[in-house]
């Protein structure tokens, strides 16, 4: 099956600094890539979609200077986390859609980043 | 806006037994796709199983099995033989399909299952 990668897996950082997550598609193209924030023992919550040569499209209440989003190419999406605080630390989820077909839909997760702000 | 529920925070089940958890959904849209995930504590999403909305018959994978009641707006998901490595959260999430469809999954709040050897 298809692989999204997550890197880095684990990061700690200080507060106030500013912490990059990258999110690929291994071995197919992804014009869309989705990125959640999760904490412990709950769901996952979307924060916003990455779309391939244009600007992100934010969820309400997600702040999107804090939160930035790159998606510079088909198989990359980055999602930087911008004057960290403690509040920021969760684990963060990305997922790329893949179509083969109209009748075919399937959507690939990465392995997961967590990020704990000290 | 679609709202998928799920009412059963925790569950538990004997090993080799057979579990149904619950999910139930609200929509407007007619063609729509629903799935089952399942997040073990390594917190890796995986796909269980998939639901597209016009098919009548209730999908199956092997011991994975749905109950899709599109009046009701209902999709169960029917754990058999229950196996230690089943323990994990389970998510029930929808997708629209057709023109719309951005590939933006809408998750419930998720329903962690316990095998008990």
């Known amino acids: 099956g298809a692989v999204v990668s997550q890197h880095p897996s684990r990061v700690i950082c200080k507060s106030g600094t500013s912490v990059k997550i990258e999110c690929r598609s291994l071995d197919f193209q992804a014009t869309t890539m989705f990125w959640y924030r999760q904490f412990p023992k709950q769901s996952l919550m979307l924060m916003a979609t990455s779309n391939e040569g244009s600007k992100a499209t934010y969820e309400q209440g997600v702040e999107k200077d804090k939160f930035l989003i790159n998606h510079a190419s088909l198989t990359l999406s980055t999602l930087t986390v911008t004057s960290a605080h403690p509040e920021d630390s969760s684990f963060y989820i990305c997922?790329?859609?893949?179509?083969?077909?109209?009748?075919?839909?399937?959507?690939?997760f990465g392995p997961g980043t967590r990020l704990t702000v000290t | 806006a679609q709202t998928v529920t799920q009412s059963q925070p925790e569950m538990s089940v004997q090993e080799a037994e057979t579990v149904t958890l619950s999910c139930t959904y609200d929509t407007s849209e007619s063609n729509y796709y629903l799935f089952w995930y399942k997040q073990p504590p390594s917190r890796q999403m995986i796909l269980v199983i998939r639901q597209e909305a016009y098919k009548q018959q209730n999908a199956t994978e092997n011991r994975f099995s749905v109950n899709f009641q599109k009046a009701a707006k209902s999709f169960s998901l029917k754990i058999s033989d229950s196996q230690l490595g089943d323990t994990a959260m389970y998510f029930c999430a929808f997708m629209k399909h057709g023109s719309g469809n951005t590939g933006k999954l809408i998750f419930g709040q998720g329903t962690t299952l316990q095998v008990k050897p």
């Open positions: 997922s790329a859609p893949r179509s083969d077909s109209i009748s075919s839909y399937e959507q690939y």
